[in-house]
């Protein structure tokens, strides 16, 4: 089982930053697939970013939405079992309660809910205009 905190949403200014943070409750927080989702008030869940661990190296691949790419970014510090998603350049479109999702090894389908089996709670992502 594994266990995940989210944290660092807010209230911010369209144009300003945040840093989300996703604590797992494992030590080999490299093996797993994570992910970020976020889901607007009356929208359907939707794919923000995903660090999946490469099978040829020690490294991971990112992925990004096409909505954010260029202002989000997806990293993970594996000793202190975290990750993190890097937000600049806000919208208020990005306005959103924000997932942080996980599941054990590699996946190819980063981009899936249905992939993934461990869910944070959210946290509220408001961008003023």
């Known amino acids: 089982q594994v266990q995940l905190v989210e944290s660092g949403g807010g209230l911010v200014q369209a144009g300003g930053s945040l840093r989300l943070s996703c604590a797992a409750s494992?030590?080999?927080?490299?093996?797993?697939?994570m992910a970020w989702f976020r889901q607007a008030p009356g929208k359907e869940r939707e794919f923000v970013a995903a660090?999946?661990?490469?099978?040829?190296?020690?490294?991971?691949?990112?992925y990004h939405a096409d909505s954010v790419k260029g202002r989000f970014t997806v990293s993970r510090d594996n000793a202190n079992n975290t990750v993190y998603l890097q937000m600049n350049s806000l919208k208020p479109e990005d306005t959103a309660v924000y997932y942080c999702a996980a599941v054990a090894g590699r996946i190819t389908t980063a981009q899936a809910m249905s992939a993934y089996g461990f869910w944070g709670q959210g946290t509220q992502v408001t961008v003023s205009s």
């Open positions: 660090i999946i661990p490469n099978t040829w190296n020690s490294g991971s691949t990112t």
């Open positions: 494992v030590r080999t927080v490299s093996s797993l697939s």
